[in-house]
C-alpha cells in the first residue's frame, strides 16, 4: 500500500548493472552522499539523487577547530526530498 518508495545510501558503489536495475525497479528515489562520483549513467538517472557532503564536512570542520560539539549537528530535522 505504499504511495512512494524512497532509500537513503551513503557510499554508494553503483557498480555492474546496478543503474540498470534501480531504473526498472519500483523506487520513487535513491537518495545517496556524494563521496563516490556518480558515473555518467547514473547521473543521467532520474531515480538517483545525489545529496552534497560538503557543507556537512565544513561545518564538522569546523566546530572540532573551535573546541564545539558535533553531536549537536545531528539534533535537527533532516531535509525532505520532496
Do not use: Q, W
Not at 531504473?23 to 547521473?43: F, G, K, N, R, Y
Amino acid at each position: 500500500g505504499a504511495t512512494k518508495v524512497v532509500a537513503y545510501c551513503t557510499h554508494a558503489v553503483l557498480s555492474g548493472a546496478a543503474v540498470k536495475t534501480i531504473t526498472e525497479s519500483d523506487l520513487d528515489i535513491l537518495a545517496v552522499t556524494d563521496s563516490i562520483p556518480l558515473s555518467p549513467d547514473a547521473e543521467k538517472c532520474s531515480k538517483i539523487r545525489p545529496l552534497s557532503l560538503a557543507t556537512l564536512l565544513a561545518e564538522a570542520v569546523r566546530r572540532i577547530n573551535n573546541e564545539e560539539s558535533l553531536s549537536a549537528m545531528f539534533d535537527r530535522p533532516v531535509e525532505s526530498l520532496s
